[in-house]
């Protein structure tokens, strides 16, 4: 089971990968500025409890954190400790969160974080060759427990071999995936099996997460809709479990 905890709401654009945001898009629709960053509603939902008494969100639940901002957003920094502690509060759950900014991570870290609490998952995100390069040196030397690299969107072919060959005993999984929505670049199956192959290589788990709205597979261009990008990433069958 998992449940969704977007603790603030609202960011600024990084890099490629940021172009079309779908935060960005879906605010659009309501007349929302997406750059104003504020603390949401659902703030203290991991200790938030029910009339008997009882944490809303029950033990063993993973928890997807921060998906509509970055939870190193500097703007988020007020907030930061607070969330931290909630986090810490509920060990009993797994908060996986994704960032584009690893060079924030130790602004307003616990002073118990040690190498990292248990319970907490966080992988870094490269849609390009730049990026990869750029922040995959400071995310695999932070001390984390549970890491991850997600290429996506993913818009080109990238090469991670020498961060696998040298943290693959660290590195949990890497996960690729395309752009969805109006404008999605197009996302190369070949590329896809290229870190695929990588992953097999150094025996890190690989996982094809979405196909992405503008797929591309032996030279022809197919557009797939949202409800099926999915299914057909896992109809390819080229997920990889590290052995």
Not at 102 to 114: I, Q, T
Not at 199 to 208: A, G, H, M, Q, T
């Amino acid at each position: 089971m998992s449940v969704m905890w977007n603790c603030w709401h609202g960011c600024t654009k990084l890099s490629a990968g940021c172009q079309n945001c779908y935060m960005y898009r879906r605010d659009s629709l309501y007349g929302k500025d997406s750059r104003i960053v504020s603390k949401t509603r659902a703030f203290h939902l991991p200790i938030s409890r029910n009339r008997q008494g009882q944490y809303r969100i029950p033990a063993g639940q993973r928890v997807y954190t921060c998906f509509t901002s970055d939870f190193f957003l500097e703007e988020a920094d007020a907030w930061r400790s607070e969330a931290w502690e909630m986090i810490r509060t509920r060990s009993d759950l797994e908060f996986f969160l994704i960032t584009k900014r690893p060079d924030r991570f130790f602004v307003n870290l616990p002073k118990d974080w040690g190498e990292g609490y248990e319970n907490v998952s966080i992988s870094c995100t490269c849609e390009s060759q730049y990026t990869a390069d750029l922040r995959l040196p400071v995310f695999l030397e932070l001390p984390i427990r549970h890491k991850s690299i997600t290429h996506e969107p993913m818009l080109q072919k990238i090469n991670i071999r020498k961060y696998l060959r040298e943290y693959g005993n660290i590195i949990e999984s890497v996960s690729c995936g395309g752009e969805s929505g109006p404008g999605a670049r197009p996302c190369d199956y070949a590329w896809v099996m290229d870190t695929m192959l990588q992953c097999v290589e150094f025996n890190v788990s690989f996982y094809f997460h979405q196909t992405g709205a503008n797929f591309i597979k032996g030279g022809r261009a197919y557009t797939i809709e949202r409800k099926y990008q999915h299914q057909q990433a896992e109809k390819a069958g080229i997920n990889y479990c590290a052995r």
